[in-house]
T-cell receptor, first 117, second 111 residues
Framework: DTEVTQTPKHLVMGMTNKKSLKCEQHMGHRAMYWYKQKAKKPPELMFVYSYEKLSINESVPSRFSPECPNSSLLNLHLHALQPEDSALYLC????????????????FGQGTRLTVV | SQQGEEDPQALSIQEGENATMNCSYKTSINNLQWYRQNSGRGLVHLILIRSNEREKHSGRLRVTLDTSKKSSSLLITASRAADTASYFCATPQTGANNLFFGTGTRLTVIP
């Protein structure tokens, strides 16, 4: 199984709502990532988890809250978002690069298209 | 920033022609990767070239890496309409679990 599964595929939420994005992989990868991608732009790294611990937080506003309940699951909790947060949110996973620095191919989910109204 | 720059930003070619995209990056790397993204969807890994490799092939794809110039190129030969997509190079920061993407090239292959 070389899939990363993201749910939901589409999400529309109001600025006062609380919602969560979910990501799951069963490849035994110990590094998992959240990226944000605006239209016609490259993906921007938001968070990295290594062995279920948050290792990188790229100065993301606190209205985005990541969680890694176990080695297969990654969540992104959303609260009080702004319209400018509308984007494609991508989850990815890879082997831990500290163990395999030469081979860090990342597998991506299909993304959640988020619209904040 | 580790992010790379790609050129051209957009490329339009006829089916059957070759397409070449270039990527430049800023710091030392263990490997460089190329990804493809169809419109509004997830990224698909195409090829990974290690820092001690100069050239790599995968089907119709050919990737080169010049670490002295901190640059890489992706060549797609005999292009097809189905190759229409955005192509990104990506570089992991040495010793860290992250992956930074270049600005991307939007390729259109006209049937």
């Amino acid at each position: 199984d070389t899939e990363v599964t993201q749910t939901p595929k589409h999400l529309v939420m109001g600025m006062t709502n609380k919602k969560s994005l979910k990501c799951e992989q069963h490849m035994g990868h110990r590094a998992m990532y959240w990226y944000k991608q605006k239209a016609k732009k490259p993906p921007e790294l938001m968070f990295v988890y290594s062995y279920e611990k948050l290792s990188i937080n790229e100065s993301v506003p606190s209205r985005f809250s990541p969680e890694c309940p176990n080695s297969s699951l990654l969540n992104l909790h959303l609260h009080a978002l702004q319209p400018e947060d509308s984007a494609l949110y991508l989850c990815a996973s890879s082997q831990d690069s500290a163990q395999r620095p030469w081979d860090t191919e990342a597998f991506f989910g299909q993304g959640t298209r988020l619209t904040v109204v | 920033s580790q992010q790379g720059e790609e050129d051209p930003q957009a490329l339009s070619i006829q089916e059957g022609e070759n397409a070449t995209m270039n990527c430049s990056y800023k710091t030392s790397i263990n490997n460089l990767q190329w990804y493809r993204q169809n419109s509004g969807r997830g990224l698909v890994h195409l090829i990974l070239i290690r820092s001690n490799e100069r050239e790599k092939h995968s089907g119709r794809l050919r990737v080169t890496l010049d670490t002295s110039k901190k640059s890489s190129s992706l060549l797609i030969t005999a292009s097809r309409a189905a190759d229409t997509a955005s192509y990104f190079c990506a570089t992991p920061q040495t010793g860290a679990n992250n992956l930074f993407f270049g600005t991307g090239t939007r390729l259109t292959v006209i049937p």
